[in-house]
């Protein structure tokens, strides 16, 4: 594996970053993670949000972006490439983001996803990847998404 540089996220790479998103969006016959309209969220969001991508090779292979609560921080989103996942670099990205939240003195990151009762395959590997960097379920919401999914609140407590 090449070496994987983690950068702030910038105007320039923020498109570049959306363009990896668009490779995550559900097609018609498979299954995959983002929907069209998260899509365009997205782009509204991307940018006035901050975050950071991850480079390989000078092309960018995974963003995450974060909004800043109370006492903590939310992980808005995060995506790597398909072709490179399973490498390392989206627990690198939360692992920059935990650094950041230690430096503001932040308790707690959460983030929202599909709830484990309604996620499909894909969604179970997202939910088992935040499970292994050491968030925990705390509270389904339900009818979330678009009134008719379940979603989860997880949250990884930091130690300060
Ligand atoms: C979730 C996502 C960002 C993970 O990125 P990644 O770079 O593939 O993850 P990593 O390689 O850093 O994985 C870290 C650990 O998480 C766990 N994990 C990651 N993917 C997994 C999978 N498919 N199945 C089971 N465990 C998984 C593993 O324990 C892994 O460590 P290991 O490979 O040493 O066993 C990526 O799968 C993705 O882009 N998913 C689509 C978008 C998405 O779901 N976004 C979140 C919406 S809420």
Known sequence: MDKIIIKNMDQINLKQALKVAETLVH????????????????????????????????????FITYKIKEEGLEL??????????????????????????????????????????????NYGRTIAFYKKIGFKERLILEKADKGIWDMVSMR?????
Request: charged share 35%; proline share 3%.
């Open 156 to 160: 990884l407590e930091l130690k300060l």
């Open 76 to 121: 808005s989103w995060i995506g790597v490439l398909e072709k490179y996942h399973r490498k390392g670099i989206g627990k690198k990205l939360v692992e920059k983001l935990i650094l950041y939240a230690k430096e503001k003195k932040c308790k707690y990151i959460d983030v929202e996803t599909v709830a484990p009762h309604h996620a499909d395959e």
């Open 27 to 62: 097609k018609k016959e498979e299954s995959k993670w983002f929907d069209p309209e998260a899509i365009e969220t997205m782009e509204k969001e991307f940018p006035n949000q901050r975050g950071y991508v991850a480079i390989v090779n000078d092309n960018v292979v995974g």
